[in-house]
C-alpha cells in the first residue's frame, strides 16, 4: 500500500461549483497533514494544513481530517477558474524518516467556466 | 504563511559545468530544508534533506558526489550540481520547514529553480 493515496483521475467541476478531493494515508500515527497547490510549471504551495480531527475551513477551503479512517479531504467551495491547479495531499509523522513529506501523485483540477 | 526564496529561478549551463541553487528561509529559521527534482509531468521527487550543521541525507539513487548540498546557517541551504549533464536538466525545487508548535511544522516550498544543460 502506498504511504499517501490521491485515486480520482482529473476533476472537471464547472464555475461556482464545489470541487471535492479526498485522500487515504498509510500511516497511522502520521500527525500532520496537507494540502498543496501547483500550478503547470511552479512549485507547490501550500493552502492548509490541519493536525486534527474534524474540519478546518480557510476562505473556500476546507480540509477535513478523520484519524480513525485515515483520511483526509479537500473542499473547494465556489470553484473559479484560478482553481485550476494540481492539488497534491501530503502526510508527515514521525515513522517517516527526518520528518519529511510523504506525497500523493495529486488531483488535476479543471474548473470550466 | 512563511516565505522561502530561491536563486536563480532559471539557469542554462554547459556540460561539465557546475551550478550552485541556493534556497533561503526569509523570515523564520529553518533547521531542515528538503531538495526536490521534478520533471515536466512527473511528481516531486525527494532527494536530499538537508540538516543544519550536519551532513545531508540522500535518497536512494541519488549521488551525493553529484549533488552537493550545504546547509551552512539556520536560513540557507545550497545545492550544487556538479558536472552537470543533459539529463541533470530540470525544476530543482526546495523546501524549508517550519515548526508551529510541539508536534506540529509545515514546509514552505520555495518557487524552484530550471535548470537547463546544453
Known amino acids: 500500500q502506498k504511504e499517501v493515496e490521491q485515486n480520482s483521475g482529473p476533476l472537471s467541476v464547472p464555475e461556482g461549483a464545489i470541487a471535492s478531493l479526498n485522500c487515504t494515508y498509510s500511516?497511522?500515527?502520521?500527525?500532520?497533514f496537507f494540502w498543496y497547490r501547483q500550478y503547470s510549471g511552479k512549485s507547490p504551495e501550500l493552502i492548509m494544513s490541519?493536525?486534527?480531527?474534524g474540519d478546518k475551513e480557510d476562505g473556500r477551503f476546507t480540509a477535513q481530517l478523520n484519524k480513525a479512517s485515515q483520511y483526509v479531504s479537500l473542499l473547494i467551495r465556489d470553484s473559479q477558474p484560478s482553481d485550476s491547479a494540481t492539488y497534491l495531499c501530503?502526510?508527515?509523522?514521525?515513522?517517516?524518516?527526518?520528518?519529511?513529506?510523504?506525497f500523493g501523485k495529486g488531483n488535476q483540477v479543471v474548473v470550466i467556466p | 504563511g512563511a516565505v522561502v526564496s530561491q536563486h536563480p529561478s532559471r539557469v542554462i549551463c554547459k556540460s561539465g559545468t557546475s551550478v550552485k541553487i541556493e534556497c533561503r528561509s526569509l523570515?523564520?529559521?529553518?533547521?531542515?530544508m528538503f531538495w526536490y527534482r521534478q520533471f515536466p509531468k512527473k511528481s516531486l521527487m525527494l532527494m536530499a534533506t538537508?540538516?543544519?550543521?550536519?551532513?545531508?541525507?540522500?535518497e536512494q539513487g541519488v549521488e551525493k558526489d553529484k549533488f552537493l548540498i550545504n546547509h551552512a546557517s539556520l536560513t540557507l541551504s545550497t545545492l550544487t550540481v556538479t558536472s552537470a549533464h543533459p539529463e541533470d536538466s530540470s525544476f530543482y525545487i526546495c523546501?524549508?520547514?517550519?515548526?508551529?508548535?510541539?508536534?506540529?511544522?509545515?514546509?514552505?516550498f520555495g518557487p524552484g529553480t530550471r535548470l537547463l544543460v546544453l
Open positions: 501530503a502526510v508527515n509523522g514521525p515513522t517517516h524518516g527526518n520528518n519529511r513529506l510523504a
Open positions: 500511516d497511522r500515527v502520521s500527525q500532520s
Open positions: 523570515d523564520f529559521q529553518a533547521t531542515t
Open positions: 538537508s540538516n543544519e550543521g550536519s551532513k545531508a541525507t540522500y
Open positions: 523546501s524549508a520547514r517550519k515548526f508551529i508548535g510541539a508536534l506540529q511544522e509545515t514546509q514552505y
Open positions: 490541519i493536525y486534527s480531527n
